[in-house]
């Protein structure tokens, strides 16, 4: 349990902008940590590119205290009850709705998934006919994707530093508001694309229609093991300064109704499936009339031609 808001011994404070390095921030939005701790969190907006991120936070030796629960669903692919049937259920349409992505700008070869879970991607991609690979630091679902799904699977991205241009296309599906080191990571990433190769990375988008309505309800805050909150700008920016660029952008529309079924449960104390499935239509509705975007967007990178 977590007694104090935020311990010295247990934080990072983040001076300079992850994305643009100013040091002049304003608080967006206080956010509790609803799913486990419910020790509340300050979400800061960059004064000058306007990129959101939790500060402070905990450092690298204690944010994994955070994902120390039973019912955190993305590494959990055995539990039965309701919520989960409906996420795994929601994960096979997800799936396929990502592998079509994937074979407009891939057409075959090599795929790197980073934050594979418990493989089930990898899984299917390799039945149509890729060669995967996936990264996942959680034991228990790289054991569950090795032994069931028949995915080879490495603990760290570093382990495959000697793999430079292999993978025709990379993927992180809701991992890079994960990472402590953006710029790291993208260097990581770009050092193992093959030439033409494709990064594609899904996101929440904090700027959408239920982000709005559900305020520190937002279940896709998920604070703090979402260290980042990105929208559609701020996400060009960052690609734009890291060496890459944008080719294409894709909603993820069943998002919308997952996160409201949670934001509404955080909001009432209790679950509203009625609720959600409208609210999640209305966001998706919204996204297109107002030009907001989705609740998830889809990101489809490449390396900039110099």
Known sequence: MFHVKHELKMSEIISNCPV??????????????????KEEFSILKCDSCGFRFVNPRPDNINIGMYYQSEEYISHDAEKSNFLNRIYRLARIISIRG?????????????????????????HYCRQKGFEVTGVEPNA?????????????????????????????CITMWHVLEHVPNLDELIIQV?????????????????????????KEYWAAYDVPRHLYHFTQCTMEKLVS?????????????LDAYYVSM????????????????????????????????????????????V
Not at 241 to 253: H, N
Request: glycine share 10%.
């Open 140 to 168: 228990k679902a790289s054991t569950f994707a090795q032994s069931k799904n028949q995915v080879i699977v490495f603990g760290q991205l570093e382990s495959l530093s000697g793999a430079g241009g292999l993978f025709n």
């Open 262 to 305: 949670l934001s509404e449960k955080y909001k009432s104390g209790k679950t509203n499936y009625f609720k959600s499935i409208a609210f999640g239509f209305w966001a998706n509705l919204q996204a297109k009339k107002r030009d907001i975007g989705h609740s998830s967007l889809i990101f489809v990178l490449s390396v900039k031609n």
């Open 190 to 214: 770009k050092q193992l694309l093959a030439p033409n190769g494709v990064f594609i990375v899904a996101v929440p988008n904090s700027n959408s229609w239920d982000a709005a309505y559900y």
């Open 241 to 253: 300064m890291t060496g890459l660029e944008v080719r294409k952008i894709f909603p993820q529309k």
């Open 98 to 122: 990502k592998f079509r992505i994937i074979k407009k700008f891939c057409p075959g070869g090599k795929i790197l998934d980073i934050g594979c879970g418990t493989g089930e991607f990898l």
């Open 20 to 37: 643009c390095g100013n040091s002049i921030f304003t608080l967006f939005l206080d956010v509790k940590d609803h799913f486990l701790t």
